[in-house]
């Protein structure tokens, strides 16, 4: 991704500190199922942004995953305009 491309307005929503201690992802749904994978990717992708400053380079590099996916994922999860 070039530099010159603008963050999805939800990298400027997760650059909020992460609060003290160590965070945590919910697995489990209140009636003890777990939780549809979709929903913890994207948890896991926005404690990765809020952890790394909205940093999409260094939250993709630790989560494994490229730029270009991470972005992608990012702009699925925005809401569609009508």
Do not use: C
Request: net charge positive.
């Amino acid at each position: 991704m070039s530099e010159g491309l603008p963050h999805p307005p939800l990298v400027r929503a997760f650059r909020a500190p992460v609060p003290p201690g160590r965070p945590t992802l919910r697995l489990f749904e209140e009636d003890g199922h777990i939780r549809p994978m979709p929903e913890i990717e994207n948890d896991l992708i926005g404690l990765a942004l809020r952890l790394y400053g909205g940093s999409l380079v260094e939250t993709a590099q630790r989560l494994g995953i490229g730029r270009t996916t991470l972005y992608r994922r990012l702009l699925k999860k925005r809401p569609r305009k009508r």
